[in-house]
T-cell receptor, first 114, second 114 residues
Framework: DAGVIQSPRHEVTEMGQEVTLRCKPI?????LFWYRQTMMRGLELLIY????????DSGMPEDRFSAKMPNASFSTLKIQPSEPRDSAVYFC????????????FGPGTRLTVT | AQSVAQPEDQVNVAEGNPLTVKCTYS??????LFWYVQYPNRGLQFLLK??????LVKGSYGFEAEFNKSQTSFHLKKPSALVSDSALYFC????????????FGTGTKLQVIP
């Protein structure tokens, strides 16, 4: 199995630009999570999907952030417009049905907003 | 609200010595407890879990953790540390209610000195 796939691995963009991060979960997993990791705030859950439906988006910082999961094999996290404080490593994770605590993380996307 | 505390930002241990990484938790009801490890420039990897049963749980790479209900702790241990164990370790908690949201601690950096 290829594991959770994220793209791009690195993204550098200017303030105000739109950024789209992509994730392909492990086949057969029905839960998907987006996290943000920074030195200051640690690991934060942004949004959780179950069977392609957003269940918990309480961690989404503000309206500039949006996430979609159009099907079981693809999800996007979009930031529009981006700001320097959005610079972080963004992780996608997925898990088997009924075991959301055993999450499989992707390699992450390192986002730098200048 | 559920939470975990990892009181040590960094733990240093000599290779071959036993190691302990501390974690305490707060949750309503019976806890589900987990440890994850993050190697540099990688996503988190699941190490072990406590759901119910024996208070001592064994996980990957020779790690184990001891659940102590009276002290609300779930410390990670290994009898003999390897240099390759050097990484960032995260404790996490969930509970059987709701959608079993997982809350991660702030992480402890383990440095094994040759």
């Amino acid at each position: 199995d290829a594991g959770v796939i994220q793209s791009p691995r690195h993204e550098v963009t200017e303030m105000g630009q739109e950024v789209t991060l992509r994730c392909k979960p492990i086949s057969g997993h029905n839960s998907l999570f987006w996290y943000r990791q920074t030195m200051m705030r640690g690991l934060e859950l942004l949004i959780y999907f179950n069977n392609n439906v957003p269940i918990d988006d309480s961690g989404m910082p503000e309206d500039r952030f949006s996430a979609k999961m159009p099907n079981a094999s693809f999800s996007t996290l979009k930031i529009q417009p981006s700001e320097p404080r959005d610079s972080a490593v963004y992780f996608c994770a997925s898990s088997f049905p009924g075991t959301i605590y055993e999450q499989y993380f992707g390699p992450g996307t390192r986002l730098t907003v200048t | 609200a559920q939470s975990v505390a990892q009181p040590e930002d960094q733990v240093n241990v000599a290779e071959g010595n036993p190691l302990t990484v501390k974690c305490t938790y707060s949750v309503s009801g019976n806890p589900y407890l987990f440890w994850y490890v993050q190697y540099p420039n990688r996503g988190l990897q699941f190490l072990l879990k406590y759901i119910t049963g024996d208070n001592l749980v064994k996980g990957s790479y020779g790690f184990e953790a001891e659940f102590n209900k009276s002290q609300t702790s779930f410390h990670l241990k290994k009898p003999s540390a390897l240099v390759s164990d050097s990484a960032l370790y995260f404790c996490a908690v969930s509970n059987p209610g709701g959608y079993q949201k997982v809350t991660f601690g702030t992480g402890t950096k383990l440095q094994v000195i040759p």
